[in-house]
């Protein structure tokens, strides 16, 4: 099963986009649930990390105060609110299920990877 992430676009540098990702086939509440992005030549890169209940989240350094991720576990979807853009946050995003129960960094141990979307900021 791959999750699929949608709501990226073309902004402007200060503007925001709200990325989602919905599953249909899995109990949902029970994963952590992790974004990541992507540029060309580079290794997946950790965005944020958001527990099965919601109560706790994680993020890399350069999106904290910045993006804010959320879940919602009746429609099986999470989401990410990005603020605030900047041209390096340019990248494809993605969203996985952590196999182990647990907020990681490490991209391998993420699971149901899709097309993910396409996020330009525009300076």
């Known amino acids: 099963v791959q999750l699929q992430a949608s709501g990226g676009g073309l902004v402007q540098t200060g503007g925001s986009l709200r990325l989602s990702c919905a599953d249909s086939?899995?109990?949902?509440?029970?994963?952590?649930m992790g974004w990541f992005r992507q540029t060309p030549g580079k290794e997946r890169e950790f965005v944020a990390a958001i527990s099965g209940t919601g109560t706790a989240t994680y993020y890399t350094n350069s999106v904290k105060g910045r993006f804010s991720i959320s879940r919602d576990n009746a429609k099986n979807t999470v989401y990410l609110q990005m603020n605030s853009l900047k041209p390096e946050d340019t990248a494809v995003y993605y969203c996985?299920?952590?196999?182990?129960?647990?907020?990681?960094?490490?991209?391998?141990?993420?699971?149901?990877w899709g097309q993910g979307t396409q996020v330009t900021v525009s300076s």
């Open positions: 996985a299920a952590n196999q182990y129960s647990r907020a990681s960094p490490r991209y391998y141990e993420y699971t149901g």
């Open positions: 086939k899995r109990t949902f509440s029970r994963y952590f």
